[in-house]
C-alpha cells in the first residue's frame, strides 16, 4: 500500500561480540518493521533453533529470575510472554532430571525404519512394509550385527546403558518373531540391569498385538508409545493411516491390561481437514485414556513429506487456539510440559510440547533434547551424538536409507572406531 517503516538503533562499538550484536539487532529491526506491515507477530519472535528450553536454563543457571528471563527474552527476541513463560516451566521440570544424569551412562537408540504405511505428513526415513519387504530381513541381520559392535564398545569403554529407546518406522510393524530377534539381541549385547528406562515406538494401533506386547515385556521395556494422531475417523483416512480409533482405545487398554505402566500417547495439531472442535475432542479422548504422558505435534510439512506437494490449507482453522486448548486441558488434569523442540516450516511458527505426569518423563527425549549425555545410535538413518565431559558434541551419522546401509554396511561399521578414539580423547 506504499506505507513506509522505519526503525533504527544505536550500538557501542565497545561491547562484547560486536558483530554478532549488529547482525542481532539489524534482525530486530526488520522483524519489527515487518511485523506492522503485515500484522503478524510470531509468538517465537526472532528465535531460532529447535532447543528454545536450552537457552533457557542457560540464563536460569545464571541466576535469572522467570520474569527477568521473560524480559530478556522479549526485549532481545521479541519472544512473547506466553512462550517465555512455556519454555521456562518446561526447564524447571527438566532441572532435577538434568541434575541426576549418571556419569558413564549413555542411550542406546535403534532404529526400525518400517511402517504398515507411510503418512501423508511424514518426513522421516521410513517405509511401508509392501514397498521394503525384501530388505528386512537383511536389515535385521546387520542391525543386530551393529548392536554386537556397539555392544563390544560399550564393554570395552566400561559404559553402561541408562536408557534404550526403539523408534524408526514403527519397530511394531515387525511380525512377531522379528521383533524378538532384535529385543533379545539388544539383551544379549548389552547389561541392562540399570536401565532407569526402556521405550518401544508402538506408534500404529493396527500392529499391536497381545504377543507382541508379552514379547515386549519379556525384554524389560517399560515405556511405550500409542500413536492415535486424531480421534478423527475421518481425518486419519485423509492422512493415510489404516486404522480408526477405535483400535487406538482397544490397543491402549490391551496394553494396560498386559501390565504397562507408562504410556505416551501422540497427537498432531493442524492435520489436513481437522478442525478446531474435532481437535478438543481428541484433546479430551485422550485425557479420558488417561495415558501417562501426552505428545503434542505441531503438524510440520517437509518436502519428503507427499503432504508437501498437494499443499496445505489452514486457513479455517487457528493451530494455535487448537496448542492453548491442548496446554490448558492437560495443565488442568496434571499433565506439565516436561521436553520441547521447534522446526521447520511448523504451522503457524509453534513448537512439540511432550506432557507428563510428575515421575513420567521420558529421561531419553529429554537427554536428546539438552545434548547432556552420549545416545549410541543403531540402524538407518541412526545417528550416534558423542558428548564430552565440557559439553562438546561430536556425530556420527549412519546412512539414510535401508538400502544404503544393507549396501555399505562393512564401511559403515568401520567408522565405529570413533567412538572409541572420542572416549581416549576425554576419558
Known amino acids: 500500500n506504499g506505507k513506509t517503516f522505519r526503525k533504527s538503533a544505536h550500538i557501542s562499538n565497545n561491547c562484547e561480540n560486536y558483530r554478532n550484536s549488529c547482525e542481532l539487532e539489524l534482525c530486530r529491526l526488520i522483524y519489527i518493521c515487518l511485523e506492522k506491515i503485515t500484522g503478524i507477530s510470531p509468538e517465537w519472535g526472532l528465535l531460532t533453533g529447535i532447543r528454545p528450553v536450552k537457552r533457557v536454563s542457560a540464563l536460569m543457571d545464571k541466576g535469572m529470575t522467570e520474569s527477568e528471563i521473560s524480559q530478556f527474552l522479549y526485549e532481545k527476541y521479541n519472544v512473547s510472554r506466553k512462550k517465555s513463560m512455556l519454555a521456562f516451566k518446561t526447564a524447571v521440570v527438566q532441572r532435577p532430571i538434568i541434575k541426576n544424569i549418571r556419569k558413564n551412562y549413555v542411550s542406546l537408540y535403534i532404529s526400525v525404519p518400517f511402517c504398515p504405511t507411510r503418512c501423508s505428513y511424514c518426513s522421516f526415513v521410513s517405509h511401508s512394509m509392501t514397498s521394503a519387504?525384501?530388505?528386512?530381513?537383511?536389515?535385521?541381520?546387520?542391525?543386530?550385527?551393529?548392536?554386537?559392535?556397539?555392544?563390544?564398545?560399550?564393554?570395552?569403554?566400561?559404559?553402561?546403558?541408562?536408557?534404550?529407546?526403539?523408534?524408526?518406522?514403527?519397530?511394531?510393524?515387525?511380525?512377531?518373531?522379528?521383533?524378538?530377534?532384535?529385543?533379545?539381541?539388544?539383551?544379549?549385547?548389552?547389561?541392562?540391569?540399570?536401565?532407569?528406562?526402556?521405550?518401544?515406538?508402538?506408534?500404529?494401533?493396527?500392529?499391536?498385538?497381545?504377543?507382541?506386547?508379552?514379547?515386549?515385556?519379556?525384554?524389560?521395556?517399560?515405556?511405550?508409545?500409542?500413536?492415535?494422531?486424531?480421534?478423527?475417523?475421518?481425518v486419519l483416512k485423509i492422512i493415510g493411516r489404516h486404522h480408526n480409533s477405535k483400535q487406538t482405545v482397544n490397543a491402549f487398554r490391551l496394553a494396560r491390561k498386559?501390565?504397562?505402566?507408562?504410556?505416551?500417547?501422540?497427537?498432531?495439531?493442524?492435520?489436513?481437514?481437522?478442525?478446531?472442535?474435532?481437535?478438543?475432542?481428541?484433546?479430551?479422548?485422550?485425557?479420558?485414556?488417561?495415558?501417562?504422558?501426552?505428545?503434542?505435534?505441531?503438524?510440520?510439512?517437509?518436502?519428503?513429506a507427499s503432504l508437501y506437494q498437494d499443499g496445505i490449507n489452514t486457513d479455517n482453522v487457528s493451530v494455535s487456539e487448537m496448542t492453548d486448548y491442548a496446554y490448558n486441558t492437560l495443565l488442568k488434569n496434571n499433565?506439565?510440559?516436561?521436553?520441547?523442540?521447534?522446526?521447520?516450516?511448523?504451522?503457524?511458527?509453534?513448537?512439540?510440547?511432550?506432557?507428563?505426569?510428575?515421575?513420567?518423563?521420558?529421561?531419553?527425549?529429554?537427554?536428546?533434547?539438552?545434548?547432556?549425555?552420549?545416545?549410541?545410535?543403531?540402524?538407518?538413518?541412526?545417528?550416534?551424538?558423542l558428548v564430552s565431559p565440557d559439553?562438546?558434541?561430536?556425530?556420527?551419522?549412519?546412512?539414510?536409507?535401508?538400502?544404503?546401509?544393507?549396501?555399505?554396511?562393512?564401511?559403515?561399521?568401520?567408522?565405529?572406531?570413533?567412538?572409541?578414539?572420542?572416549?581416549?580423547?576425554?576419558?
Not at 355 to 379: P, V, W
Open 335 to 385: 499433565y506439565y510440559p516436561y521436553y520441547l523442540y521447534r522446526q521447520k516450516n511448523t504451522v503457524e511458527n509453534l513448537e512439540n510440547i511432550g506432557y507428563a505426569r510428575k515421575n513420567k518423563e521420558s529421561l531419553y527425549n529429554i537427554y536428546i533434547m539438552d545434548e547432556i549425555q552420549t545416545i549410541l545410535g543403531a540402524g538407518c538413518a541412526a545417528s550416534t551424538k
Open 258 to 304: 498386559c501390565g504397562f505402566e507408562n504410556i505416551n500417547m501422540d497427537i498432531i495439531a493442524g492435520l489436513p481437514s481437522d478442525t478446531n472442535e474435532s481437535f478438543h475432542k481428541t484433546i479430551d479422548k485422550a485425557v479420558c485414556l488417561d495415558p501417562d504422558s501426552i505428545t503434542v505435534h505441531t503438524l510440520t510439512v517437509k518436502r519428503s
Open 391 to 427: 559439553g562438546k558434541i561430536k556425530r556420527v551419522h549412519n546412512y539414510k536409507f535401508p538400502y544404503e546401509y544393507i549396501k555399505n554396511f562393512d564401511e559403515l561399521m568401520k567408522k565405529k572406531s570413533e567412538i572409541m578414539d572420542f572416549y581416549k580423547q576425554f576419558f
Open 133 to 234: 519387504s525384501k530388505l528386512i530381513p537383511d536389515y535385521i541381520r546387520l542391525l543386530c550385527r551393529e548392536l554386537e559392535i556397539l555392544g563390544d564398545i560399550v564393554k570395552n569403554l566400561d559404559l553402561k546403558i541408562d536408557t534404550v529407546y526403539f523408534g524408526g518406522g514403527t519397530p511394531t510393524s515387525l511380525n512377531p518373531a522379528q521383533l524378538e530377534i532384535l529385543m533379545k539381541k539388544t539383551y544379549e549385547c548389552f547389561n541392562l540391569s540399570e536401565i532407569r528406562e526402556y521405550n518401544i515406538e508402538a506408534g500404529r494401533p493396527d500392529t499391536i498385538t497381545q504377543q507382541k506386547l508379552d514379547t515386549i515385556k519379556k525384554f524389560g521395556a517399560t515405556r511405550i508409545s500409542i500413536n492415535p494422531q486424531t480421534f478423527n475417523d475421518d
